[in-house]
């Protein structure tokens, strides 16, 4: 009786430990689930980063050819601002000259007295022109200057931009690859919860099972104590019974006033 009772207790007590575990092992699968599920996010989110990365790089990339494209046109536009200098010194050249021809001009026509007053007027008009063109010529000098300045700084800018280009390619291209590798390590990261999801629902499975088993060992057991309850009022009649007849088989052997013949072919 002591035994049975003890073993009720004992498959109560783990069947409540059981219950109380699978209770636990099924949170745990409840937050495993939700871990894989916010794994899944990451690596999407991840993945998605990277693919925004990579037009980024290439964004950029295409920022810095349109930049060189720029430069080398600015570049080959302070060429032909030297070209047109060039040309613009050649034209100065001709215009002092032309004042010079033109201050002789009127030299020899002063020593020519009344007949060279005809030719006098024309060398100041040659005089006048070539001022016209000296100045006009100094005028377009001082623009192609100013073009060939703003083109010197322009190249300059743009080259400043086509460095930074150049560092952000770099800067996104490691980002880039600094993502990848949070992508890999997300992945990896997810099959590890994934397979620890399986296990813990597998563990969960196994809990409900055994606490199930243990319901049923209980159930036994209970069956147990009352075959033995029963068991043991039976072997009670018995004693009772078996005790009745030995006292019945007494009081025959000895019957009331002494034996007899017929008493003796009875005991016999």
Do not use: C, Y
């Amino acid at each position: 009786g002591a035994t049975t009772q003890g073993l009720v207790d004992a498959a109560s007590d783990t069947s409540s430990s059981m219950e109380e575990m699978a209770s636990a092992m099924r949170a745990v699968d409840t937050t495993a689930a939700k871990t894989a599920e916010l794994s899944t996010r990451v690596v999407e989110s991840s993945e998605s980063g990277v693919d925004k990365v990579r037009q980024t790089i290439e964004g950029m990339h295409a920022i810095r050819d349109a930049t060189d494209a720029a430069e080398r046109v600015i570049r080959a536009l302070g060429e032909r601002t030297q070209e047109i200098g060039a040309i613009l010194d050649v034209i100065d050249d001709v215009g002092d000259e032309t004042t010079l021809l033109a201050l002789n001009a009127a030299i020899i026509a002063a020593q020519a007295g009344d007949h060279g007053r005809a030719f006098s007027v024309v060398a100041d008009e040659i005089k006048e022109l070539a001022d016209r063109v000296l100045s006009s010529t100094k005028e377009i000098s001082n623009v192609i200057r100013s073009v060939q300045s703003e083109a010197t700084n322009a190249v300059g800018a743009v080259e400043a931009g086509s460095a930074s280009v150049a560092v952000g390619v770099d800067v996104a291209a490691e980002a880039g690859l600094s993502l990848e590798a949070i992508s890999r390590a997300a992945r990896e990261s997810g099959q590890h919860i994934a397979r620890i999801a399986d296990a813990v629902r597998e563990q969960t499975a196994a809990a409900a099972w055994v606490s199930e088993l243990m319901d049923r060992v209980r159930g036994g057991v209970d069956e147990i104590r009352a075959a033995g309850e029963d068991q043991e009022r039976g072997n009670e009649i018995v004693f009772r019974s078996a005790v009745s007849m030995r006292d019945i088989a007494t009081q025959v052997r000895r019957p009331p006033g002494g034996p007899s013949r017929g008493s003796a072919r009875h005991r016999e």
